[in-house]
């Protein structure tokens, strides 16, 4: 009987440091191969850093909402003034050609087999890379799995704590956030699966700590404070333990844009607006004062 473990790592986000860790732990649990489910980079600034090892990797990779931002960038160009854009900006200007047109390739979904189990891996949904799937949107769920030619569905992208149950038979697992996890303080979730003889025989959620200094020590040096400290900050509350007060920031910004213009998110900017969601400058710099305290930068 032959036996494979498999390690899904979803959202990494750009924190590299984490994401050695995770495929030190992957190795010494003997992990045969890895399926990669996309926002690889962005919101840290560890853009090629982080690609080149996912390249080193494997080739099963899917692109996120965040690689979707970059590759609609590039094409449009777009001239956003908002300072919440500059950090995909900085990205886009970081990263190398080689590794613009590398995110260009990767699809949003994919099929794999694995010792006869059959698996549908994607970043949001199979319909969609910015569709958010909670444990409880039971009709979207049902709708995923009624007629699923696959025994499971595999995602991430809603940063909710790792979760599985069965639905209509199949497998149904968000395997949590990897680089930028709300619910702890420097902790990477990632998720192991042991497959044999056409079966899931065990689902493994693990968390793995990271060093928190090393990353902080690595945003300073990246250049990126230059141009935009908010989104930084509030990328660095995601991975310290303070990932309620990026929460709050985010509810609070779209009920003062609601507000003010009747809708939740800017709605001006062309193609991916619809993907990125902007607020007012004044919005966005007048809570950053409110939130000062939280910010180590
Ligand atoms: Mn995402």
């Given at each position: ?250 509810k609070?910004a779209k009920e003062?844009m ?6 939740w ?33």
């Open positions: 009987m032959v036996k494979i473990k498999v390690a899904i790592l979803s959202d990494i986000h750009g924190n590299c440091v984490a994401l050695n860790e995770v495929i030190k732990d992957a190795k010494e649990n003997n992990v045969d191969e890895f399926l990669i489910l996309g926002d690889l980079v962005n919101d840290l600034p560890f853009g090629n850093e982080t690609l080149e090892i996912v390249k080193g990797l494997t080739n099963k990779v899917l692109k996120g909402n965040k690689e979707q931002y970059l590759i609609e960038y590039d094409t449009e160009k777009y001239d956003w003034k908002n300072i919440q854009f500059r950090t995909v900006k900085f990205m886009y200007n970081e990263l190398t050609r080689e590794n613009i047109e590398y995110i260009k390739t990767l699809p949003h979904c994919m099929s794999v087999k694995y010792e006869g189990v059959k698996f549908l891996i994607a970043h949001g949904s199979p319909e969609s890379v910015e569709e958010q799937l909670h444990q409880d949107d039971r009709e979207r769920l049902n709708h995923y799995t009624q007629d699923l030619d696959a025994d499971a569905l595999i995602f991430g992208h809603t940063h909710d704590k790792m979760w599985y149950e069965y639905i209509n038979n199949k497998l149904v697992l968000n395997a949590g956030c990897l680089g930028v996890s709300p619910y702890y303080n420097a902790t990477a979730e990632y998720v192991i699966l042991d497959i044999s003889n056409g079966k899931i025989n065990n689902i493994d959620l693990r968390h793995i700590k990271y060093d928190l200094e090393i990353i902080k020590q690595k945003i300073i040096e990246s250049g990126i404070l230059s141009q935009e400290k908010v989104l930084m900050n509030l990328s660095f509350c995601g991975i310290n333990g303070n990932g309620i007060i990026r929460h709050y920031f985010f609070e003062l609601l507000e003010r213009s009747g809708k998110y800017k709605d001006d900017a062309k193609g991916i607006f619809t993907y990125f969601k902007l607020f007012d400058d004044d919005i966005w710099l007048g809570l950053a004062e409110k939130y000062k305290d939280y910010f180590v930068f």
